[in-house]
């Protein structure tokens, strides 16, 4: 057995014990940090599979945003709640629960030993035609041109959602700041820790987006470090969460869908149809929807984690 | 018995143990919680697809890796928003209970999860 096999076996075992502590553990703070471990064990585990694309954004929104959003609602909730007790379910319940999930687990894992072989692929003719697009890698390739048309809706979906979470604030605080961050202490570790990593943390949200084009990156990992650093500053009080009724918050938010839209439209014009690029500018066109989409896609996450308006305009 | 193999039995469990969650905990904050670990052992094992489709001199097919991309922000763009409604709950009620004694309403809302 070779070493990659132990590693791999030896971080598969570590996933599903961590995976278990989240799910079983009784605090919920504690079954939050069980996940951000999750998340991150699960980064490596996309590493294994030669995924790095997925891998950065598996640690930067499925570990690093969404912890973040997860322990801003633990200590929310847990500052006034006291620990539901009495509704445990009954044994009956729980060994029907467990035989349903252990057939659901077995019946996937035949699956995925009785899949073909060879396994049917699509690296070829991606391969084949990414030439055209100027870019050198494949999954930017299918994500900005083979696919555009999904990775634009899906960025209506972060938009849409954003608008839910906003819909759920009382009538009062509509056009007011979201109710996110803390008065730490002036001069703390929070302070200086966010002064040192947000310059640092830009640049690399910048860069993961550059070489996104050639190499392991892309917009929404980069996307995803420029959110964290947004909500490293609201979290520190060195900036303040914008007004959701500001004009240019939402001109940076729809900046992203619009210049896909309007590059999308004029495909019409400059080659065959909607979303398709004219032969030889394809890199460009790409890297400008992914500039307008980086900063529309950090605004939007960093606003998903703070949270409807829960302040007035007015202090 | 290969990566692909070992990863994909990984997934396979960690979808049990989601839906386990999902079904047996009592508290809407660790259903979704839960929620999550089912979503990503979903995409683990299309990752699992993803490997077994190298080809072409590149370590994977890309697009499931695109899609699972995909994926992932989508899955965080519906936490938050469940997240969100479960705070607006507990703001409104005073309890984030999901039994049929709790408050009118809270059933139906938290049906979006």
Known sequence: ?315 | MSVATIFGICAAILVGFGLFGLILQSQPFRKILAFNVLGSGIFLSFGVVARRGAAAGMGGDPIPQALVITGIVVAFSATALAVAILLRLFEETGGTSLQDDAPKGSKSEEADD
Do not use: Q
């Not at chain 1, 609201?234 to 210049?259: D, Y």
């Open chain 1, 1 to 315: 057995m070779s070493s990659e096999l132990v590693f791999c076996i030896g971080l598969a075992l570590l996933i599903l014990a961590v995976a278990g502590f989240t799910i079983g553990v009784k605090e919920d703070f504690a079954a939050v940090v069980g996940f951000v471990v999750y998340g991150l064990l699960l980064s490596l585990a996309w590493m294994s599979l030669s995924s790095p694309d997925v891998a950065l954004t598996e640690a930067a929104v499925g570990g690093g945003v969404t912890g973040a959003l997860l322990l801003g609602a633990c200590a929310r909730l847990r500052t006034r709640e006291k620990p539901a007790e009495g509704h445990r379910p009954g044994w009956i319940n729980r060994g029907a629960a467990l035989v349903l999930c252990a057939g659901i687990s077995a019946g996937l894992a035949g699956v995925v030993l009785l899949l073909p072989d060879p396994a049917p692929t699509l690296a070829p003719p991606a391969r084949e035609h990414l030439l055209a697009t100027g870019l050198g890698n494949a999954v930017t390739a299918v994500l900005m041109a083979y696919r555009a048309l999904d990775t634009l809706l899906e960025k209506v979906v972060l938009l849409l959602a954003l608008v839910a979470v906003w819909s759920l604030a009382p009538d009062r605080f509509w056009g007011g700041r979201p109710a996110f961050g803390y008065r730490p202490e002036p001069g703390g570790p929070l302070i200086f820790l966010t002064r040192v990593l947000v310059p640092v943390g830009v640049v690399a949200g910048i860069y993961l987006f550059w070489v996104g084009a050639d190499a392991p990156g892309g917009a929404f990992a980069g996307g995803a470090i420029l959110a964290a650093m947004a909500i490293l500053g609201f979290i520190s009080g060195l900036s303040v969460v914008p007004a959701v009724n500001g004009f240019r918050l939402r001109f940076v938010l729809v900046a992203g869908v619009t210049v896909f839209i309007v590059a999308g439209l004029a495909g019409f014009a400059w080659a065959s149809g909607f979303l398709a690029y004219p032969v030889g500018f394809a890199k460009p066109i790409i890297l400008l929807i992914e500039l307008a989409m980086i900063f529309s896609i950090g605004a939007t996450l960093a606003l998903l984690v703070a949270g409807p308006p829960g302040r007035s305009l007015k202090p």
